[in-house]
């Protein structure tokens, strides 16, 4: 082999088998997305992302990792004649060409360290930057028009929508990288080693026919035999690991009920009852685990017994031609090596089945939250606009999901000063009218009318972000720049003067603040942000009689203009509203002046 221009050769080898790669990934991706499902998914995902008009970078950044994932096979090529020199001069007892193998050997090494190094900076960056559009998007989708929410009237909603969002993305962007590359270079490592191998092999005496090349064909039967029985022993693992993730899941989501619901299950003392399920939960997942270990036994097993013979089986079959002086040693070492690297990358389909039946799950689950979202953006969308500070509705008619009415034709207006009070029994339609005037309720006809900004909705739970209390306070908005100083005169106001210190710490407010305290920072909400119009719903539920007469005070004396509009049971809020709505739950209503 002539060392001093194989750089030429090399870079020729590089760029045929790079047009070739390429045509053919082309020809194939486009024949596969428009006969099979899971590439037609995988381009619903993909396709704009390798869109040059769009992100030109991608493609450059494709291209040159396909350039180095062949330039790798071509370095392996390259390591595998030179054993065969080596090993012939060391036969040979020839020390000069030795001593030269030795330097070119340190040149190889440090080219293949170099090409490793560069290739995994840039797959790592490009799955990075690939995950980093692919979870804007989901998250954009998921989050601008409120489809986190709007997906729960779906009648078919998908489930841990949070996981495909985190974990499913990052499967995606890896293994689709991982099985392009792994296909393309195992197929061009294993042509090129059949190559190899071709050229060490001669004609060969099996039962009195004698097969020209023929250790060519012996080896790929061989690879062929192992691989089937691999596969038949190992297929069963595909249904284990999946079978494990989901029964790890299952049982961290038990975990994380319990600290959600803590304090309920210890009224109940539910310690008892919850903790066997937990252990029935963990249980399963021992015992799959058992199953996973058996198997393993048997697969790994025989996958040690195919790789043990796999280091004499070439040897045995040239060892006739080495013995009867037709093949150096040297010649007799390249076809171990390059048997090894033929079965390594033929294997690759074998391990690679696993992968691609959990890509094939990943692409399900990324499509399915597609495909969920736009259900929820198809749903229909109350009719609600903006006429400067008016809040109106006009013809306004809400029934549940189901078709049952809840309210027919309501007509009214609020205005500035006037305190609306919505009464009626449980399940009659308060929380859900209020829902429609939010824009948020689907099955809503009418026409609703109030301000796009300056107008606050408190919902039956308060929502505590964890954090400072002082974010908590101005949630959603930025903390001004006199934030302190309005914080601690409003929690004056709002009976809550033991907070005034803690404004910066950092805690889950939800489980420190009992709820009649959670609600008076919802009301402390109010009087920050200063609305023009506030929707409330029951936000006084957990407070005593005194309490609430206290909020409802101090937000009608602080903004006499304020049109307010609030959902409670008692009585007693009577005296801070000026109009009452009086639900029926069939549909019919009464509207009262107090
Ligand atoms: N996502 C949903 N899917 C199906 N039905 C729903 C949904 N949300 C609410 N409902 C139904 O709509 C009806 C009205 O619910 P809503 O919460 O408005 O009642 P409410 O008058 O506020 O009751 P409460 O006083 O108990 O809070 C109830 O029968 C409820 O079961």
């Given amino acids: 082999m002539d060392w001093s221009k ?64 062949l330039f790798g096979v071509r370095v392996s090529v390259l390591f595998s004649n030179w054993y065969n020199t080596m090993y012939t001069a060391l036969q040979k007892l020839d020390e000069n060409t030795f001593w030269i193998q030795m330097a070119v050997f340190a040149v190889l090494a440090s080219i293949h360290i170099i090409r490793a190094l560069s290739s995994y900076y840039l797959q790592q960056r490009f799955t990075i930057k690939w995950r980093e559009t692919l979870n804007e998007e989901m998250l954009s989708r998921w989050m601008d ?98 079978l494990d993730e989901r029964l790890n899941a299952n049982y961290r989501y038990s975990l994380i009920r319990v600290r959600e619901y803590a304090e309920s299950i210890a009224f109940y003392a539910g310690e008892k009852i919850e903790g066997s399920k937990l252990r029935q939960r963990f249980s399963k997942v021992i015992s799959n685990v058992w199953d996973i270990v058996h198997r393993n036994v048997k697969f790994q097993g025989f996958n040690f017994f195919i790789s043990q013979t796999a280091v004499i089986f070439p040897f045995i079959i040239q060892a006739p031609r080495f013995f009867a002086g037709k093949l150096e040693l040297g010649g007799m070492v ?35 939250f597609h495909q969920n979202i736009d259900a929820a953006d198809n749903l229909p969308v109350p009719n609600v606009r903006a ?94 720049a006199d934030g302190y100083e309005q914080a601690k005169a409003i929690l004056h106001q709002v009976c809550l003067p033991h907070l005034e210190n803690r404004l910066d710490e950092e805690l889950n407010w939800s489980h420190t603040l009992s709820l009649g305290e959670q609600q008076r920072i919802a009301f402390a909400r109010i009087l920050l942000t200063c609305p023009k ?27 006499p203009e304020l049109r307010l509009v609030s959902i409670g049971h008692r009585s007693t809020l009577h005296t801070h509203h000026t109009h009452l709505l009086q639900l029926k739950g069939n549909g019919e209503y009464e509207i009262k002046q107090f």
């Avoid at 870079?11 to 899971?38: E, M, N, P, Q």
Wanted: aromatic share 12%; with cysteine; charged share 20%.
């Fill in 6 to 69: 194989e750089l030429l050769d090399s870079a020729l080898w590089v760029g045929k088998a790079f047009v070739i790669s390429s045509v053919l990934l082309v020809v194939f991706g486009f024949i596969l997305i428009k006969t099979t499902r899971w590439a037609s998914q995988f381009w619903m995902l993909a396709g704009h992302y390798f869109n040059p008009k769009e992100k030109p970078m991608t493609l450059v950044t494709f291209v040159v990792i396909l350039l180095l994932s």
């Fill in 145 to 242: 028009k409120k489809s986190y929410y709007r997906s729960y009237y779906l009648n078919d909603p998908i489930d841990n929508p949070d996981q495909r969002i985190q974990q499913d993305v990052v499967h995606f962007t890896k293994l689709s990288l991982e099985l392009t590359l792994g296909v393309i270079s195992s197929m061009v490592s294993a042509v090129a080693f059949t190559l190899i191998l071709w050229g060490l092999s001669d004609e060969m005496q099996i039962f009195g026919v004698t097969i020209p090349r023929g250790m060519v064909f012996l080896l790929f039967i061989y690879i062929l035999v192992a691989t089937v029985f691999a596969f038949k022993i190992g297929r069963p693992l595909i249904r284990l690991n999946f």
């Fill in 334 to 368: 390249q076809t171990a090596q390059a048997f090894g690297n033929l079965a390594d990358n033929l294997s690759f389909f074998r391990t690679a089945y696993d992968n691609f039946a959990q890509y094939r799950a990943v692409l399900d689950r990324l499509t399915g």
């Fill in 387 to 480: 006429e400067g500070d008016e809040v109106r509705l006009q013809n306004v008619s809400i029934t549940t999901p189901n078709g049952r009415q809840l309210i027919k034709d309501l007509t009214l207006t609020v205005n500035p000063g006037d305190a609306l009070l919505i009464q009626g029994p449980s399940g009659s339609g308060k929380t859900t009218l209020l829902r429609s005037i939010a824009g948020l309720w689907p099955y809503c006809e009418g026409e609703i009318i109030r301000p796009d900004q300056e107008v606050l909705f408190l919902s039956q739970k308060p929502y505590l972000p964890e954090g400072r209390l002082i974010d908590t306070l101005f949630y959603p908005a930025e903390v001004p």
């Fill in 533 to 559: 119009v506030a929707f409330i719903d029951e936000a006084t539920s957990a407070m005593d009689e005194g309490l609430e007469y206290t909020m409802y005070k101090l937000l009608r004396d602080t903004f």
